[in-house]
């Protein structure tokens, strides 16, 4: 950004120098030939003297950061400095087309007396316009610089001005009186359209008008992004060489919140990649989607409360949803305060769902604190591990108990193990087989207070 910034204070530099010797050469040929359509350019030079300076200011000022004033940064001085210009151009359009008319009109045509200087200086001016514009075109479309922008369009009328008055000038030579009145004429029309087209870009950014085509781009950058729902807003508008603005997607409600963080992100490397040059602020916010399921429902409304259910139910028993679950609370509340909870969450499933809707809750107690332990002797693994391959092959759905581990704790035992099983069979059954071999083993040994058994698929 900082070579660009001086880049284009440079151009901006260069153009004040060839406006500067320009206008001088046009105005000592003017004055001593008499050409209105000589003196117009010159006074259009002066004009674009005053502009290209007015320009380097803005360039400078138009880079620096946003401030505590200026929250959006300084792009906007470019689009001031060329509206000044526009205004420049209108009046300098109006008073040569004045002055062309009272000659025109005249009783007598003004004489006009062209020399080598005058064509000498015609020309020069014309080649070197010609390089102007094209270099002051390209390094405006680099950096997006309206002033620059404004500078290249005014290089482009003073060439076609400037081959104007040498065919006004020429006409004279070969005796038609008339020829550098209508060439002032021209260039005064010329001019006036270079002002509407300036002017009307530089409105264009004031207004914060967005970029051509800009709008639907984003959108389709956006909507490419998996978990973007739908986009609620999308505000653009051109600041200096940036698009700035914000952007609003809907998504999922439920979605955890790292997710949403990802598609936030995802979002804005989308753009990045499409459009380098934006800056969009993005929000993303939680939508009931049509395509929830009752268990999503549920789930976010135990989410809401951050209380951990599992185990969820859900009939159609003649038209009335029944909903089912278990609900872990500290295992050190009493009955009634866990009590409470759960008729919370009762209520908040209801509201969720429909008052009609049937909600029965299964209190589990949840252990919160850590449980202190450590390795029970080989002698109690051992007999666990023999009671576990016991219970697993009274009905050999579950097979090669392994890896077993038993900790002492102040509670009682807890034990770990891991087992392996059909891979082809439902998570539902394994569970069931799994879950009855806890209970048997809490059945044997009492002493045994927790059993997490870990299925593995058996290999082929």
């Known amino acids: 950004m900082e070579d660009l910034a001086k880049l284009k204070s440079r151009a901006a530099l260069a153009s004040i120098g060839a406006s500067a010797a320009l206008t001088v050469g046009k105005l000592v040929a003017g004055l001593l030939s008499g050409s209105l359509a000589l003196m117009s350019e010159a006074m259009h030079g002066l004009l674009d003297t005053g502009a290209t300076i007015l320009t380097w200011f803005a360039v400078r000022a138009a880079d620096r950061p946003a401030d505590d004033e200026h929250h959006y940064g300084h792009g906007k001085i470019e689009a001031v400095a060329a509206l000044a210009e526009t205004g420049l151009l209108m009046v300098l359009s109006v008073g040569v087309l004045f002055e062309a008319g009272r000659r025109l009109f005249g009783h007598e045509p003004a004489i006009v007396e062209a020399t080598w200087l005058t064509f000498g200086v015609l020309i020069v001016s014309i080649l070197v316009d010609a390089v102007r514009w094209r270099s002051l075109d390209a390094i405006a479309r680099r950096t997006k610089s309206d002033a620059l922008a404004a500078d290249a369009l005014h290089f482009s009328s003073d060439l076609v001005a400037s081959a104007l008055v040498l065919a006004g000038l020429v006409a004279n030579s070969y005796g038609f009186r008339q020829g550098d009145t209508l060439a002032a004429i021209g260039v005064s029309l010329f001019i006036g359209i270079a002002g509407y087209r300036l002017g009307r870009r530089t409105i264009d950014t004031l207004t914060d008008k967005a970029p051509e085509g800009f709008t639907q781009s984003i959108r389709e950058t956006v909507e490419a992004v998996p978990g973007v729902a739908e986009i609620e807003d999308l505000r653009l508008r051109a600041a200096g060489p940036l698009v700035i603005g914000e952007l609003s997607v809907g998504v999922s409600r439920t979605l955890p919140v790292e997710r949403i963080m990802g598609v936030k992100q995802e979002i804005a490397r989308a753009i990045a990649a499409a459009h380098p ?51 872990e609370v500290d295992g050190r509340m009493t009955h009634g305060e866990a009590h409470d909870v759960a008729s919370a969450l009762e209520t908040g499933i209801r509201d969720e769902l429909g008052a009609d809707v049937e909600v029965d809750t299964h209190i589990e107690p949840m252990e919160i604190a850590e449980l202190e332990g450590r390795d029970s002797g080989p002698e109690i693994t051992h007999a666990i591990t023999a009671a576990l391959a016991g219970i697993a092959a009274e009905d050999g759905k579950v097979a090669d108990v392994h890896d077993v581990r038993v900790r002492s704790t102040s509670s009682g035992l807890v034990v770990h193990y891991h087992c392996r099983v059909d891979p082809s069979r439902t998570v539902a059954d394994v569970h069931t087989d799994v879950d009855k071999i806890d209970r048997r083993l809490q059945q044997q040994m009492r002493n045994v207070v927790r059993v997490v058994g870990h299925a593995e698929p058996r290999p082929a």
Do not use: Y
Not at 279 to 297: G, K
Not at 299 to 317: F, G, N, S
């Open 277 to 327: 040059d934006t800056s969009i602020t993005i929000t993303a916010n939680m939508r009931v989607l049509d395509d929830e399921t009752v268990i999503e429902r549920v789930l976010m409304a135990a989410a809401r409360r951050r209380l951990p259910i599992h185990h969820v139910t859900v009939q159609e028993i003649d038209g009335v949803k029944s909903i089912g679950l278990d609900l």
